[in-house]
């Protein structure tokens, strides 16, 4: 065999493993039965037959665990843009952040200045009991340095999560105490919260904002709603911009809640999967409450599913930019290394017959940045429709297939207040490195706010624009004439958001301050939506 055909055999083989592998894995998982496994090889067995040669001839010893490990990924891209390879510490991460809870000492922190700040203690968890405090800094993990040497701030995360029940040795300054303190904290699970806040934006309508979809969102949901109508909601927005997906069943049993008896939520369908058809039971307790649902760029897969329901139906409005197009139902295939695949299975339907996948292309993770360069986040105008994908929903309305939800009300991206100014603090993240210095400042005065009220005459006493401004002139940033006039709310609103963070209330404490800045809200409060 002369060098060239060799190379090409070579080049041919992680290919031909990883096409073996994974036919003989769908082959078991999805249809073991023997006489399938037969007709399955049949068709592969010109690959079979390289393969044998291969390992009967080949010069040397070949490795074909790390050459699968290289190329898979790769091979599960070139079937579309979300079915993925992951190997086991991926696989672990992904999991994680779906199942609603891990292992760790349950804390949050951010890395504003290279050092690890506790932003956050969750109540009942390790480091609560432990005695960790909201603005701690983690100088030290099992003895290493993370504080001042650009530790990543993923590696901290690792060494911080565990095994359940095993411990961690860490130091940490308090502002007040002039050594470190030594805390060792045993690991137990902390609970991962997918509904990031819930309160009453209006007198009587109701905020939920829904990170992602999680094996306890719909638990969490219902809970939020309970609580909100105890308070007077009549009316509700689901916030579900930048939502990425997750669990496709809590999307149903959440759009459930607003759906009548018989009301078709979603539909599945691929070529191995016959369509399969998803209704609204009425039993949901929220079928006369008026519905919003915030949506944008970011807002994919689990979240379509939800909006599109809500939309076909004509069960409430839909408002914001169209989503991300992501209309793939990925099935999970897990292997004996604690690796896995995920594998597009089949495409789903919004009630009205439409397929809200957006097309694959070369270019299809750049997207987003060719809808700003071709106008669509300013203008409603500037979105592209198929007329041969225009659906029509039980009320008349015209919706349009082929590439996310288009909402019912249009909200452009807003660039007011923004100059250069604005554009220097944020490079230089001096609004968080800020939060961080007037939080240790006032650090007895936080810890001991637990209402909104509180929070709001501390916040009246503290001047935040000469604190911000002493703060970035020291830095090295400071406004030329007028631009704290044109920036200067955006700032000061960030910095209260920031700020009552550091407080027992959290993101409760964030979202009522960042929210005033937002002019999808103030969409919703010119059009009498939120009361």
Same mark, same amino acid.
């Given at each position: 065999?002369?060098?060239?055909?060799?190379?090409?055999?070579?080049?041919?083989? =992680?290919?031909?493993? *990883?096409?073996?592998?994974?036919?003989?894995?769908? &082959?078991?998982?999805?249809?073991?039965? +023997?006489?399938?496994? !037969?007709?399955?090889?049949?068709?592969?067995?010109?690959?079979?037959?390289?393969?044998?040669?291969?390992?009967?001839?080949?010069?040397?010893?070949?490795?074909?665990?790390?050459?699968?490990?290289?190329?898979?990924?790769?091979?599960?891209?070139?079937?579309?843009?979300?079915?993925?390879?992951?190997?086991?510490?991926?696989?672990?991460?992904?999991?994680?952040?779906?199942?609603?809870?891990?292992?760790?000492?349950?804390?949050?922190?951010?890395?504003?200045?290279?050092?690890?700040?506790?932003?956050?203690?969750? !109540?009942?968890?390790?480091?609560?009991? %432990?005695?960790?405090?909201?603005?701690?800094?983690?100088?030290?993990?099992?003895?290493?340095?993370? %504080?001042?040497?650009?530790?990543?701030?993923?590696?901290?995360?690792?060494?911080?999560?565990?095994?359940?029940? #095993?411990?961690?040795?860490?130091?940490?300054?308090?502002?007040?105490? =002039?050594?470190?303190?030594?805390?060792?904290?045993?690991?137990?699970?902390?609970?991962?919260?997918?509904?990031?806040?819930?309160?009453?934006?209006?007198?009587?309508?109701?905020?939920?904002?829904?990170?992602?979809?999680?094996?306890?969102?719909?638990?969490?949901?219902? !809970? &939020?709603?309970?609580?909100?109508?105890?308070?007077?909601?009549?009316?509700? *927005?689901?916030? $579900? /911009?930048?939502? @990425?997906?997750?669990?496709?069943?809590?999307?149903?049993?959440?759009?459930?809640?607003?759906?009548?008896?018989?009301?078709?939520?979603?539909?599945?369908?691929?070529?191995?999967?016959?369509?399969?058809?998803?209704?609204?039971?009425?039993?949901?307790?929220?079928?006369?409450?008026?519905?919003?649902?915030?949506?944008?760029?970011?807002?994919?897969?689990?979240?379509?599913?939800?909006?599109?329901?809500?939309?076909?139906?004509? /069960?409430?409005?839909?408002?914001?930019?169209?989503?991300?197009?992501?209309?793939?139902?990925?099935?999970?295939?897990?292997?004996?290394?604690?690796?896995?695949?995920?594998? #597009?299975?089949?495409?789903?339907?919004?009630?009205?017959?439409?397929?809200?996948?957006?097309?694959?292309?070369?270019?299809?993770?750049?997207?987003?940045?060719?809808?700003? +360069?071709?106008?669509?986040?300013?203008? @409603?105008?500037?979105?592209?429709?198929?007329?041969?994908?225009?659906?029509?929903?039980?009320?008349?309305?015209?919706?349009?297939?082929?590439?996310?939800?288009?909402?019912?009300?249009? *909200?452009?991206?807003? #660039? #007011?207040?923004?100059?250069?100014?604005?554009?220097?603090?944020?490079?230089?993240? $001096?609004?968080?490195?800020?939060?961080?210095?007037?939080?240790?400042?006032?650090?007895?005065?936080?810890?001991?706010?637990?209402?909104?009220?509180?929070?709001?005459?501390?916040?009246? @006493?503290?001047?935040?624009?000469?604190?911000?401004?002493?703060?970035?002139?020291?830095?090295?940033?400071?406004?030329?004439?007028?631009?704290?006039?044109?920036?200067?709310?955006?700032?000061?609103?960030?910095?209260?958001?920031?700020?009552?963070?550091?407080?027992?209330?959290?993101?409760? @404490?964030?979202?009522?301050?960042?929210?005033?800045?937002?002019?999808?809200?103030?969409?919703?409060?010119?059009?009498?939506?939120?009361?």
């Amino acid at each position: 065999m002369d060098k060239e055909k060799l190379k090409r055999y070579l080049r041919l083989l =992680p290919t031909v493993l *990883v096409l073996i592998l994974c036919i003989m894995v769908f &082959a078991r998982i999805l249809a073991p039965k +023997q006489s399938t496994l !037969k007709i399955t090889e049949a068709k592969w067995s010109k690959l079979l037959l390289v393969l044998d040669q291969i390992d009967r001839n080949y010069v040397d010893t070949v490795n074909t665990s790390d050459l699968i490990e290289k190329l898979l990924p790769s091979l599960m891209e070139g079937l579309d843009p979300h079915s993925l390879y992951l190997p086991p510490v991926e696989l672990e991460e992904a999991n994680e952040s779906l199942e609603g809870n891990f292992s760790g000492i349950g804390v949050q922190f951010n890395v504003p200045s290279d050092t690890a700040v506790i932003i956050g203690v969750i !109540k009942g968890g390790p480091s609560e009991k %432990a005695g960790i405090l909201t603005g701690d800094r983690i100088i030290t993990i099992e003895g290493d340095t993370i %504080a001042g040497v650009n530790f990543p701030q993923d590696s901290i995360v690792r060494r911080l999560k565990g095994p359940r029940g #095993t411990s961690v040795k860490i130091q940490v300054k308090r502002s007040e105490e =002039p050594k470190l303190l030594d805390f060792t904290i045993v690991r137990d699970i902390i609970p991962v919260n997918s509904v990031d806040v819930a309160y009453m934006i209006g007198e009587s309508t109701g905020y939920i904002k829904v990170e992602k979809f999680t094996k306890t969102t719909y638990l969490e949901f219902m !809970k &939020a709603t309970v609580q909100l109508k105890s308070k007077g909601m009549k009316s509700l *927005v689901i916030d $579900l /911009r930048e939502n @990425a997906g997750g669990y496709f069943d809590q999307a149903l049993l959440m759009a459930n809640e607003f759906l009548g008896n018989g009301k078709l939520i979603v539909y599945l369908e691929g070529a191995h999967r016959k369509r399969q058809d998803f209704f609204a039971d009425g039993s949901g307790t929220m079928l006369e409450i008026p519905l919003t649902v915030l949506i944008n760029e970011n807002s994919a897969s689990s979240s379509e599913i939800f909006a599109g329901a809500i939309q076909d139906n004509d /069960r409430g409005l839909i408002v914001g930019r169209r989503s991300y197009g992501k209309g793939l139902v990925q099935e999970p295939l897990f292997f004996s290394d604690n690796s896995g695949i995920r594998l #597009t299975v089949a495409r789903y339907f919004t009630p009205t017959g439409r397929s809200i996948q957006k097309p694959y292309s070369e270019d299809y993770r750049y997207d987003i940045y060719k809808r700003y +360069q071709s106008g669509e986040m300013m203008d @409603a105008d500037s979105i592209k429709v198929n007329d041969s994908l225009k659906f029509v929903t039980p009320g008349g309305k015209i919706v349009y297939g082929g590439g996310g939800i288009i909402p019912d009300k249009f *909200v452009p991206v807003d #660039t #007011t207040g923004i100059t250069d100014f604005l554009i220097k603090v944020n490079r230089k993240s $001096l609004v968080v490195k800020c939060s961080s210095y007037i939080s240790d400042k006032y650090r007895k005065q936080l810890s001991a706010i637990d209402t909104l009220p509180e929070l709001d005459r501390l916040f009246k @006493a503290i001047d935040f624009k000469q604190e911000f401004l002493n703060y970035s002139g020291s830095n090295g940033v400071n406004p030329r004439a007028g631009e704290w006039n044109v920036s200067g709310r955006i700032i000061e609103e960030q910095l209260k958001g920031l700020v009552g963070r550091y407080t027992k209330l959290g993101d409760d @404490a964030f979202y009522p301050y960042i929210l005033t800045l937002d002019n999808t809200i103030d969409t919703l409060k010119a059009r009498k939506i939120i009361k």
